[in-house]
């Protein structure tokens, strides 16, 4: 695998977290299986070009910053397409002298 696939694999992992998707979510989003996607990102099949234009209109994000890596591309996630916190809450600390 050349450093760019694993890159491209990594990126698409932090895409699917950030975004709250599954395997099978994003395969209906670019037109294949569950089992096709998880081959991708398993390195036993390769993404494609048209797969990275597709990966490009799901996501909202340009091409090359696919390429540019996992946190660029994360960056780059319309604030639409981000998943909302599940359950989460953020404690606040005071300040021992408050």
């Known amino acids: 695998m050349t450093p760019t696939e694993r890159t491209l694999l990594l990126t698409v992992a932090a895409l699917m977290y950030a975004t709250g998707e599954t395997q099978a979510d994003l395969g209906r989003g670019l037109g294949l299986s569950q089992g096709q996607i998880s ?38 996630l319309p604030a639409r397409r981000r998943a909302a916190v599940l359950g989460g809450t953020q404690t606040l600390i005071p300040h021992p002298g408050a």
């Open 39 to 76: 081959r991708k990102q398993g390195g036993k099949s390769l993404w494609t070009l048209a797969d990275l234009d597709g990966l490009s209109a799901h996501y909202g994000i340009p091409v090359p910053d696919l390429l540019c890596g996992a946190d660029h591309a994360v960056a780059r």
